[in-house]
């Protein structure tokens, strides 16, 4: 009898263990958002981002880094969890308007599984900042983690 209990609790401990090898994982990563423009003034931009909604949520979207676009872009909450989402903003602020390659944005992900998920962007519309149409591209990238510490440390190598 003990033989039987012994096997049992043996067989039952390498199915606990299997089954969290084989459970998903979350993992959170951030993606760029960036626009070129080239030798045009951004004022306004409008980009589409697709991504495979049974394995990634977007859980916050952050604006970008030049100041005219800091603000976090417009965006319908539904895109959240639909699989698309729609990102647009624009200024009328011709001092500060941007122009070359510029980080619109920044979103932020939560992803099941172990593999990387597709994730693209398409340029819906842009326009420069006299509202005159323009042909700029979209690129998306894993954001870099930024190491952790004082930046004024030196660090030896």
Known sequence: MRGILVIALVLAAGTLSAAENTEAKTVFKAWDVRVETGDETLGAYQVEIFYPKTTVKIVGVEGGEPETFRDAPRYDPKGLKGGRIILAAFTTDKKSAPKGTV????????????????????????????????????????TKREKKGNKNEKTEE
Request: a positive charge; aromatic letters at 0%.
């Open 103 to 142: 980080r619109v944005a920044r979103i932020h992900t939560s992803i099941e599984g172990k593999d990387t998920p597709e994730i693209s962007a398409k340029v819906t519309t842009a326009g420069n900042i006299d509202g005159k149409k323009i042909t700029i591209t979209v690129r998306l990238s894993e």
